[in-house]
Nanobody, 124 residues
Framework: QVQLVESGGGLVQAGGSLRLFCAASGRTFSSYIMGWFRQAPGKERDFVAAISGTGRTTILADSVKGRFTISRDNAKNTVYLQMNSLKPEDSAVYYC?????????????????WGQGTQVTVSS
């Protein structure tokens, strides 16, 4: 059984930074694409970032380019989301997900396992 556990969320002022962590277990971590999505109250779950199994290729949503970075450590079965220059509109529950379908996708339906989410709140 695949398990994904996010951590690192919290309350931060606009312009601040947070680093999210997603610890994975239950599958060969380095073989799978990992993604981050976010969902604000009353809104759909949106793509944020994805990274290939090797970590060599990443994609980011336009809204976070230049501010967020996704990375992974396959030895630790962990994927990270470094979030800088945070804005109030970045406030949401952030979810980690894994996909066995290639190439990397921005679509939630292409991800087959999800974590429980971690809350990020950015105050103005």
């Amino acid at each position: 059984q695949v398990q994904l556990v996010e951590s690192g969320g919290g309350l931060v002022q606009a312009g601040g930074s947070l680093r999210l962590f997603c610890a994975a277990s239950g599958r060969t971590f380095s073989s799978y694409i990992m993604g981050w999505f976010r969902q604000a109250p009353g809104k759909e779950r949106d793509f944020v970032a994805a990274i290939s199994g090797t970590g060599r290729t990443t994609i980011l949503a336009d809204s976070v380019k230049g501010r967020f970075t996704i990375s992974r450590d396959n030895a630790k079965n962990t994927v990270y989301l470094q979030m800088n220059s945070l804005k109030p509109e970045d406030s949401a529950v952030y979810y980690c997900a894994t996909s066995s379908i290639g190439p990397m996708s921005k679509m939630t339906n292409d991800y087959d396992y999800w974590g429980q989410g971690t809350q990020v709140t950015v105050s103005s």
